[in-house]
């Protein structure tokens, strides 16, 4: 949802900052942003709808010199996606040229009364009534750049991340935040703000992260970090651990592509230190030192947003089938404004790739308030999330670029199966025996995915058959039917199709209305206890003249022989069967996307991270 980077230091900024926003990408790209400021206090701003590439290409000649400069990627909010309403936004004197990210909800009201006194606005952003704000208590009170914007953040109600630069306080860069992440990368005397860490990694691995309320000034080689209310906080410098391989593209095509390549490797990394099926234990390392919150806890309410809610949804089954805990699963977003019943006895754990998720965090943080113990799985090291809740487990998956969620959901579901079987073990719900079979086939499952991923090639021969499909109905039951809603989101992010997600059974009231021989119906069909029922599923949508694409487990033939197509995925105990069956659609999403020509990577309106609400 916006990306920002920036740049100070003694390289020209202009590569520092087209390279960064190129990773930042992810967090939003309908029309992007530079502006350096050169050796005689000038600002040099260029921006303009469309991608980076486009930003890239409409600078490639400029002769744009500057040790200082800060650039944008946008996802709108407010006002559409172009060249005016692009980032940065400069003030009337052009002094200053601030870019942001986030909503500032109280815009017009600022915006009326800064016309009222005679300023003239450019865009239809919220944006630019900050920069203007700042600009006349500079003028009317004489403050430093600094001194106005965190006057200017006093008055504003809302989310952001910004930074701002002004041509009479050269080599300077002020920062602030407010639920919208930054980081600050530090080497020596040479500083790079950026919305996560990808843009800083091959610079340094020294990074501040700034908090919410917090500014941040950078001036003369100096970082100095301020609350809000305008004390001094001291600089917690850690240090982050990415490898640079890990946020390119290696010779794949798309993200996506790499992402879901990866898993065999990411899901094992989930796993590493976490389980030993040998000397029979599973440990997390947070939940091991809170065990009892989990344990006496009343209930568990798992939150999420989109991938990270279906994540939960399997979570559900995990837990509540092992530990035998009662668990809720929430909506980030409709938990937040129902009121809920959470008290001291209650456990939310939230679920998150980025960490960032505006509406994960404001539920998190709401169950926090009302006296819940908070547990984030997350995947992004840092992240808000991460920060704000009493103890978590990473996903270790590493940065995921590709904007449908791939590894970060087998991470996250690898995370909560361990999570289901440590508080299985430790309050006697299952069986030593069954506990160490089910841990030696979690080990087992790394190899199984790679496994998986050898049907690629037919998947891809699949997908030329469904490409034009304007409908699919995806159907599964008990811990395949998340998967099935999982797929279904996995196709309309990335090829805007049409597709609904339903447990099998419930076909029958509605959606069976829908099936016709234009209607591809996948079916995940992997369970054992559930097996005889989803069959007679496959009779009637067959009986319908729908087109049947089955995920079941190998050696299965009743389904494989009334299926168009079958997928065969490796044998494994019905509590992981997820981790395999999403492999197929995940596949299957990205060679339709792919054959629709489609940038798999960076499908439209959508956005990786959402901090907003
Ligand atoms: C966005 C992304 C999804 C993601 C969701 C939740 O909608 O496009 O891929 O599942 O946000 O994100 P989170 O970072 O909280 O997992």
Not at 71 to 96: E, M
Not at 198 to 221: C, F, H, M, R, W
Not at 490 to 507: D, F, N, R, T, V
């Amino acid at each position: 949802m916006c990306g920002i980077v920036a740049y100070l230091g003694s390289k020209e900024a202009l590569p520092v900052l087209i390279k960064g926003l190129k990773r930042l990408e992810y967090r939003g790209y309908d029309s992007a942003g530079i502006v350096i400021q050169n050796n005689h206090r000038r600002l040099n701003v260029f921006k303009r709808k469309g991608k980076v590439s486009d930003l890239e290409a409409m600078v490639r000649d400029k002769d744009i010199s500057g040790h200082m400069g800060i650039g944008h990627t946008r996802w709108a909010t407010h006002g559409k996606p172009n060249d005016i309403n692009a980032h940065p936004h400069t003030s009337s004197n052009h002094r200053l040229a601030l870019v942001h990210n986030g909503i500032i909800e109280n815009y017009a009201a600022l915006k009326k009364a800064l016309e009222k006194r005679g300023h003239k606005f450019e865009s239809e952003t919220d944006t630019e009534v900050l920069v203007h704000l700042i600009e006349e208590l500079q003028q009317s009170e004489q403050l430093s750049l600094a001194e106005a914007v965190r006057m200017a953040l006093t008055k504003v109600v809302g989310a952001y991340a910004i930074v701002v630069m002004d041509t009479q306080e050269p080599d300077t860069l002020v920062a602030a935040r407010k639920s919208s992440p930054l980081v600050i990368g530090i080497d020596n005397d040479e500083f790079i703000i950026a919305s996560d860490a990808t843009p800083i990694v091959e610079y340094t691995n020294k990074v501040v992260y700034l908090d919410d309320d917090q500014l941040a000034i950078i001036q003369s080689g100096e970082l100095q970090l301020l609350s809000i209310e305008n004390e001094v906080v001291p600089l917690d410098i850690r240090e982050i651990d990415m490898e640079l391989e890990r946020i390119e593209k290696g010779g794949y095509d798309f993200f996506m592509k790499k992402e879901i390549h990866e898993q065999p490797t990411t899901v094992r990394d989930s796993m590493s230190g976490r389980i030993n099926a040998a000397e029979g234990w599973a440990k997390l390392g947070g939940l091991e030192e809170h065990i009892n919150r989990f344990l006496q806890a009343k209930r568990i309410t798992l939150i999420g947003c989109g991938t990270s809610w279906h994540s939960a949804l399997i979570g559900e089954y995990l837990i509540e089938q092992l530990a035998r805990i009662p668990v809720e699963v929430e909506y980030g977003s409709e938990f937040r404004y129902r009121n809920p019943v959470i008290t001291g006895d209650d456990v939310a754990v939230a679920i998150s790739q980025s960490g960032e998720t505006a509406d994960t965090m404001a539920a998190i943080k709401l169950a926090k308030q009302m006296g819940a113990f908070t547990y984030g799985i997350v995947n992004v090291v840092g992240s808000s999330i991460a920060r704000i809740t009493d103890a978590g487990s990473y996903i270790h998956a590493g940065p995921e670029i590709g904007v449908a969620s791939t590894k970060a959901f087998t991470g996250q579901v690898s995370i909560l199966a361990i999570m289901a079987l440590q508080l299985a073990e430790r309050n006697g719900s299952i069986s030593k025996t069954r506990f160490r079979t089910l841990l030696a086939e979690l080990e087992n499952i790394p190899a199984k995915i790679q496994q998986m991923l050898e049907v690629d090639a037919s998947i891809a021969y699949i997908a030329n058959e469904f490409r034009n499909a304007t409908n699919f109905l995806y159907l599964g039951r008990g811990v395949n039917f998340p998967v099935a809603l999982e797929g279904a989101l996995k196709l309309k992010e990335i090829s805007y199709i049409h597709a609904e997600g339903y447990p099998a059974a419930e076909m029958k009231h509605g959606p069976i209305a829908l099936i016709d021989e234009n209607m591809p119906v996948v079916l995940i069909a992997t369970n054992n206890k559930a097996y005889e029922k989803v069959l007679s599923n496959v009779q009637e949508v067959k009986a319908r003249g729908g087109r049947i694409i089955a995920v079941v487990t190998e050696g299965e033939t009743q389904i494989t022989k009334l299926a168009n197509y079958a997928i065969n995925v490796p044998r494994t105990d019905d509590f992981f069967a997820p981790l395999l069956s999403v492999i197929p659609l995940q596949l299957l999403s990205y060679h339709i996307a792919v054959l629709r020509g489609c940038n798999v990577d960076q499908p439209r309106n959508l956005a990786k991270s959402v901090t907003v609400e």
